[in-house]
């Protein structure tokens, strides 16, 4: 029998952005940030170690994909070789249930995903704390995927790996919810990697950025701590506007906006003034989340769906931690 590993993880977003790395090999970020885990998008993960193979092998979706994507995968999986001792070439199975990049964040449940996979495949039993910082080297934001709920990624110290890890703060059992809006589900242009070099390099206001996300992410945890909805949905809104406007201010300029990006925004604002509180955020793409009640879930889709179609308004609940799925929870 070869050893074979699976795993499901959810893709997480931001509430305190992620946007720049201070040491690009081992993915350690210039701030801290804060995530909450959707139910509603997962990458499920199949590893096999096989003697028989003299290279890395990567499906995605059944679909073969090439050296580029299969390079960034072996790299991945370097490192736990590296950790158990071992050569073995690996067969990778993954199935996203999330539209590939779209700004929803599908690297994060892919690495988290895949680290989950060879976790179990190698035998290594990892602790979570130090998957994370696995997960981390594969997409920065894989980091907080480890876990549900409302998750903290610390940034570290200098340029000490293990530093730098996921914890959960809170389950978000407290009547949480978000709502994604897709405005287009396409390729995104620029990728976040190339996005946040960019903007370190040349937005004037970038060390403000920093400052501001570090502050933020202080007053967020006090917000958790109090179970204070309106304080995190405001802070949330605030910070990622200030990151997109970070981003504005790179050369040449960043945004992932498109109109109907400003119709969605526009369109949340008009439902919280009629006393509904939802906030937005925005990551490296067009699509527009809504964190709100998840009570108040219903009302807020129904008011979208005026001005979007039924595909478009995606509500999903909080998701959980990953889950390293047996053989016959394999569906595929
Ligand atoms: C805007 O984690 O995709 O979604 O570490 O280069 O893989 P890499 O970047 P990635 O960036 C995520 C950026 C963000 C904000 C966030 O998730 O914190």
């Known amino acids: 029998m070869k050893p074979i590993g699976r795993c499901r993880a959810h893709t997480n977003i931001a509430l305190i952005k992620y946007w720049g790395k201070r040491n690009e090999e081992l993915f350690l970020p210039m701030n801290s940030s804060l995530s909450l885990t959707l139910d509603a998008f997962y990458t499920d993960t199949s590893v096999t170690l096989d003697d028989t193979l003299s290279s890395d092998i990567f499906y995605l979706d059944d679909v073969l994909q090439g050296d580029k994507e299969t390079l960034k995968i072996t790299n991945f999986l370097n490192l736990f070789r590296t950790a158990a001792n071992i050569e073995t070439k690996c067969l990778v199975k993954s199935y996203n249930h999330v539209p590939t990049a779209a700004g929803l964040a599908s690297s994060a449940s892919a690495f988290s995903a895949l680290a989950g996979a060879m ?10 704390k130090t998957l994370s910082t696995f997960a981390r080297q594969g997409s920065g934001s894989a980091t907080r995927s480890i876990y549900g709920g409302l ?25 949480i919810g978000m709502i994604v809006i897709a405005v287009n589900t396409g390729q995104k242009k620029l990728s976040s990697r190339v996005g946040m070099k960019q903007t370190i390099e040349t937005s004037p206001f970038y060390s403000s950025w920093v400052e501001t996300a ?22 949330t809104e605030s910070n990622g506007m200030k990151m997109h406007a970070t981003m504005l201010g790179a050369f040449p300029p960043i945004s992932y906006w498109e109109p109907d990006s400003v119709k969605a925004i526009q369109a949340v604002k008009e439902i919280r003034e009629t006393g509904i509180p939802c906030y937005v955020t925005m990551d490296a793409g067009p699509n527009v989340k809504v964190l709100c009640r998840q009570s108040d879930m219903k009302q807020i889709e129904e008011k979208l769906l005026n001005q979007f179609k039924p595909e478009q308004v995606i509500p999903t609940k909080v998701g959980s931690g990953i889950k390293v799925l047996s053989d016959s929870q394999w569906n595929y």
Request: aromatic share 8%.
């Open 119 to 128: 976790n179990e495949a190698t035998g290594l039993n990892l602790d979570l």
């Open 151 to 175: 998750v903290e990624w610390h940034m570290g110290e200098d340029d000490i790996s293990e530093s730098s890890y996921a914890i959960p703060v809170d389950d978000a059992t407290w009547d």
């Open 214 to 235: 570090t502050s933020d992410l202080t007053k967020m945890k006090d917000a958790i701590k109090e179970k204070d909805f309106i304080t995190l949905g405001e802070l």
